[in-house]
């Protein structure tokens, strides 16, 4: 059946700033749908209100709407634009709602809209856990016992019939907010009473928990001819009790029976055919019993989820731009695969590799949370490896985590007391994978490991292998008297080389070079959805150890953009867009542009926006193979944020180019102590200051510059572990922390310039030239980091002469730096006086916001600035702005109820929203402008 003629503009719905539970999955999902939509003549317009996805860039959708995600929004876009239908299913769980609201109040019906890729009597059923509780028993499902509670009195009531534990499950939230496991009458009313406040319905089901059974998830997508294929099946490691998001999961399944697997293939369609005619995509969550092989249905989701980037990535198959061309008409055997381009889209993949999902926290930025995991997801990101074998993506996904791993464990970070091992193991937190190793390497029986975790008995033999290599490798003294087929497997289930050095306590250049001695490199393998059944076009490719390698270099010029690993807070999607924009504008120059990430969620790491994507660890033992074999004319690292800034000092030691500002400037930016002596040099003001490499020192700078002063160590993203502190026993117990959790660091102490303003400057310099892209003034003053203040485009309080004074000290500094591409400055602003606080010589948190803002190809004009196919001189560029543009940070507190909600020096935003408005008697604004004073006076 050919597409529905009769839609010619489609409403795309996005998810709005990035929160935890739903992050940018759903910008990588938006905007593969809209691609897809435009590819077949389609208009679409898109509402999302986060300005740092490529899914609201010009490049992405034929009209962008940077508005709230609200009814009245929707139907400023339906007075202004002639649209035939929305598609409510790409934008998690906020588009949906959005879509269920908009249906209440008839505005669907009114504007003559059409809902496609799912209805809200699905959307409704899988939303009202009666409802589906209900339907599924209905179809012939077994679900686990349960009630609906209204009121406190039903939820006791439901407790005491199905007894303990139990699970709360409040309806209509997200990423588990407000659910959890009772084990207790005694934990019963507390959680009771949060899982009602947590529902906009005060609505819960109170369910026997079915804590230890393994969880699974499938992701399917169904035509509007009822075919239906299973795209993946992924398998949790970690047990039932633990939010799929904050779980390690796995693909193909590894430990699932071919019996039990096609009764939930089977399920699954059954599920899905149940919830009405609706083409598109579907997630279904399943429990099974590991000593029966009963089935329980958990919930169904009609629509893109967290896990479809995942299994798109997984497996080459893309499930969001698929689900949008089923949605308008097409049937699955109608559509190409887009990686073989011979086999329809009706053919399910097929994996010849495993790929492991772990995910990202950041605890250390909510002090006093609760590590434990549980029903609530409280991950900010996560990343994915690929490899041939289990092991080596499992290893693969420690190096890529971004927390100092070298792999699992080996990496003299193990922890060797045993009761606070098994303390970990039973009460899951987001270490418990390298306890589990720990523990083995101890002694503790496998048996034990499992009835502590109820992690599957062969996940535990998998990792047991790792600690009997460890103890053979532990025999030799030497990398030259390691056998070569011993060496070679050692690889093969992913030990870096600062593993094995670390292991026989050597040098990792020692083991690089014996290993490349013996010729033991690594080879790329083709991700292509069939298991090299059929040729695959596609440049998507992972490291493994074998004999044949896939990846062919081609001749041209090639230029590598290093990505920026996990999202986490002070990290996240905005240098994605940052990168994204960098290939495109490298392609456009001429160069083949080869993309390294691995992160599942973005749109960097889509398959076919590079012309080379390797999907591995930002990591330097892989990074340098990959040059190694690409033989790039350089690569970027201004566009990935502090993950590819940090290896620029790697690329200079080994004469690897980096295009745009050198690693001599970057040091310069990063290094307090060489910066404010330029500072000083270039007769510009800073904050009085000093560097500390103990505690004596540290006070004897305080008493110098007086207090308040602003403590953090060097080298650190988001304001880690900043601080302001106005004593010296405030001061000595933050020293004594930085140096105890970052003992190789320096501690910086600066003056702290009390009720002072903060603004910030981003610029792009070509050598010759510089260009002041933006200038924002924060709401908040100084004292507030920069990604928790809201920031305002232009200035609204600034006076000219601070503002000439902040864009003469940027040219200084940018000229002095020898900055080529990017720059960020920090200033704050006391009785009329600018002083410095920081510069950073890469792409910012607010280069996205300025390009939104200003309409602007912000990052085009840079990238081919720092690659010298262009200078500033060449680019006409011209803002648009009617008012001001606001940068309003966003929260994600609830996940975390007892920890310090008050914002100070370290950054605690998970996103942020754009707002704009015509002046600064907006309402929206005057209610900013009003909470500045509680951080004033706090």
């Not at 539970?21 to 209100?49: K, M, W």
């Not at 293939?265 to 279904?284: E, Q, T, Y």
């Not at 602003?829 to 309409?855: G, L, M, Q």
Request: hydrophobic share 40%; net charge negative; proline share 4%.
């Amino acid at each position: 059946m050919p597409r529905d003629n009769s839609i010619k503009s489609v409403l795309i719905i996005g998810s709005g700033p990035i929160i935890i539970g739903q992050a940018c999955e759903f910008d990588y999902s938006g905007t593969q749908a809209s691609r897809s939509l435009r590819e077949e003549g389609i208009e679409v317009t898109l509402i999302n209100s986060n300005p740092a996805t490529i899914m609201t860039d010009p490049v992405t959708a034929d009209n962008i709407y940077l508005l709230p995600l609200t009814v009245e929004s929707i139907v400023q876009i339906l007075e202004e634009r002639q649209i035939d239908a929305v598609l409510p299913t790409m934008g998690g769980q906020t588009a949906l709602n959005l879509a269920i609201e908009a249906g209440e109040q008839g505005v669907w019906e009114k504007y003559n809209i059409k809902l496609i890729g799912v209805d809200l009597d699905a959307i409704e059923l899988t939303e009202n856990r009666e409802a589906f509780r209900k339907l599924m028993i209905e179809i012939g499902m077994q679900v686990a016992p349960s009630f609906i509670a209204n009121s406190f009195l039903e939820g006791k009531e439901a407790a005491q019939k199905i007894g303990y534990p139990l699970v709360i499950r409040p309806s209509y939230t997200l990423g588990g907010y407000g659910g959890g496991f009772v084990h207790t009458a005694e934990e019963f009313d507390d959680s009771l009473r949060r899982g009602l406040n947590a529902s906009p319905t005060h609505e819960v089901l109170v369910e026997q928990a079915v804590l230890g059974w393994k969880e699974y998830e499938l992701e399917l997508l169904r035509d509007d001819n009822d075919n239906v294929v299973i795209i993946c099946t992924v398998e949790n490691l970690d047990p039932m009790g633990i939010h799929t998001g904050d779980s390690i999961t796995v693909a193909p399944a590894m430990t699932l029976s071919d019996t039990a697997y096609q009764q939930m293939r089977n399920d699954a369609i059954k599920m899905m055919r149940s919830l009405g005619n609706f083409a598109g995509g579907c997630n279904v969550q399943f429990a099974l019993n590991p000593e029966t092989e009963e089935l329980i249905a958990i919930e169904i989701n009609p629509r893109v989820s967290r896990s479809s980037a995942l299994a798109s990535k997984a497996t080459g198959y893309p499930i969001a731009k698929i689900a949008a061309k089923l949605a308008i008409g097409y049937h699955l055997d109608e559509l190409k695969n887009q990686i073989t381009k011979t086999t329809s889209a009706y053919f399910e993949p097929t994996l010849d590799y495993v790929i492991v999902k772990m995910p990202r926290w950041n605890f250390s930025k909510f002090h006093g949370a609760d590590h434990r995991l549980g029903l609530q997801m409280k991950s900010v990101g996560e990343v994915m490896a690929i490899g041939r074998t289990f092991l080596e993506a499992l290893q693969k996904a420690c190096q890529s985590q971004e927390n100092n791993r070298n792999g699992l464990g080996a990496d003299k970070k193990e922890w060797i007391r045993t009761s606070d091992i098994l303390d970990r193991l039973e009460n899951a937190s987001d270490d418990r994978i390298y306890r589990l190793k720990d523990a083995l390497r101890l002694g503790v029986t496998e048996n034990t490991i499992h009835k502590l975790t109820r992690i599957d008995p062969w996940y535990i033999k998998q990792i047991k292998r790792l600690v009997k290599m460890e103890e053979r490798l532990m025999r030799f003294n030497v990398a030259e008297d390691i056998p070569e087929d011993f060496f070679r497997e050692l690889k093969t289930v992913g030990y870096s080389d600062a593993q094995i050095a670390w292991t026989l306590r050597i040098k990792e250049q020692e083991v690089t070079r014996q290993r490349k001695k013996l010729g033991i490199r690594r080879t790329y393998k083709l991700v292509d959805t069939c298991a090299a059944e059929f040729e695959a076009h596609t440049p998507y490719y992972y490291s493994t150890f074998d004999h044949e390698n896939e990846s062919k270099p081609s001749d041209n010029k090639k230029i590598i953009v290093l990505g920026s690993g996990p999202n986490r807070i002070g990290q996240g999607i905005e240098f994605d867009y940052c990168c994204v924009h960098g290939l495109l504008a490298i392609k456009e120059a001429g160069y083949d542009a080869i993309m390294i990430n691995c992160n599942p969620e973005t749109v960097s790491t889509d398959f076919d926006l590079a012309d080379k994507l390797y999907f591995e660890p930002i990591y330097w033992e892989h990074i340098k193979e990959i040059i190694e074999l690409e033989k790039p004319e350089g690569v970027i690292v201004q566009l990935g944020g502090q993950t590819a800034l940090k290896l620029a000092e790697l690329f200079h030691k080994n004469g690897i180019k980096i295009f745009g500002s050198d690693f001599k400037a970057m040091d310069l930016a990063e290094d307090r102590g060489s910066f404010s002596d330029l500072l000083k040099e270039l007769d510009i003001p800073y904050p009085k200051y000093g560097v500390a490499n103990d505690i004596d020192q540290a006070i004897g700078i305080a008493k110098r510059v007086s207090y308040p002063v602003l403590v953090r160590p060097s080298y650190v993203l988001g304001g880690q572990r900043m601080r302001i502190v106005i004593n010296d026993d405030e001061l000595e117990r933050h020293v004594l922390s930085i140096f105890k959790h970052m003992p190789d660091n320096k501690v910086l102490i600066d003056q702290f310039l009390e009720r002072a303003k903060e603004a910030e400057v981003d610029a792009i310099c070509d050598g010759d030239e510089v260009h002041i892209m933006g200038i924002m003034e924060h709401v908040e003053p100084a004292g507030i980091h920069s990604g928790d203040s809201s920031a305002m485009l232009p200035p609204y309080s600034l006076s000219e002469a601070v503002i000439e004074k902040m864009k003469e000290y940027t040219e200084k500094l940018a000229f002095a730096l020898k900055i080529k591409g990017l720059i960020n400055i920090q200033f704050a602003i006391k009785d009329e006086h600018v002083y410095v606080i920081e510069a950073n010589p890469r792409a910012s948190r607010t280069t996205p916001f300025i390009a939104k803002a200003y309409n602007v190809p912000y990052l085009k004009i840079a990238t081919q600035v720092m690659i010298g196919t262009h200078k500033l001189k060449d680019f006409d560029i011209k803002k648009n702005l009617d008012g001001y543009a606001i940068k309003v940070p966003v929260f994600s507190f609830n996940k975390f109820p007892n920890v310090d909600k008050n914002l100070g020096p370290e950054m605690k935003s998970t996103g942020e929203a754009i707002r704009f408005i015509k002046d600064l008697k907006d309402p929206f604004f005057r209610e900013l402008d009003r909470n500045r004073s509680m951080y004033l006076y706090r």
